[in-house]
């Protein structure tokens, strides 16, 4: 199983940035995928999620309204769109499969998003 993700980078308060997640070795169409971000010093956390067919999504409430899941079952690609970046999105994020609980063990080494002036 392998996740990569990336698309990070140095962005402005306010600004947007779109991340891929590009997802192999297992059925990635049949199971539901979330982003995690994790900030220095601080736990990781859910950040949101979708079920596997695209029909639902859930948020964050710190990010409820400025990012957006998606996902491409034919290219095994999980998306966030974050809008209206703030400097607290500061983390670097992670996707996997599952929801509250991540389902594999093994992560991808993430993608560091800096929203600074």
Avoid at 49 to 75: C, E, L, M, Q
Avoid at 92 to 108: F, R, V
Wanted: net charge positive; aromatic share 12%.
């Amino acid at each position: 199983v392998t996740f990569v993700e990336p698309g990070g980078g140095l962005v402005q308060p306010g600004g947007p940035l779109r991340l891929p997640c590009a997802a192999s070795g297992f059925t990635f169409s049949n199971l539901d995928m979330s982003w995690y971000r994790q900030a220095p010093g601080k736990e990781r956390k859910l950040v949101a999620h979708i079920n596997s067919n695209g029909g639902s999504t859930n948020y964050d409430d710190s990010v409820k309204g400025r990012f957006t899941i998606s996902r491409d079952n034919a290219k095994n690609t999980v998306y966030l769109q974050m809008n209206s970046l703030k400097p607290e999105d500061t983390a670097a994020y992670y996707c996997n499969a599952g929801y509250w609980i991540p389902i594999m063990p093994s992560w991808g080494q993430g993608t560091q998003v800096t929203v600074s002036s």
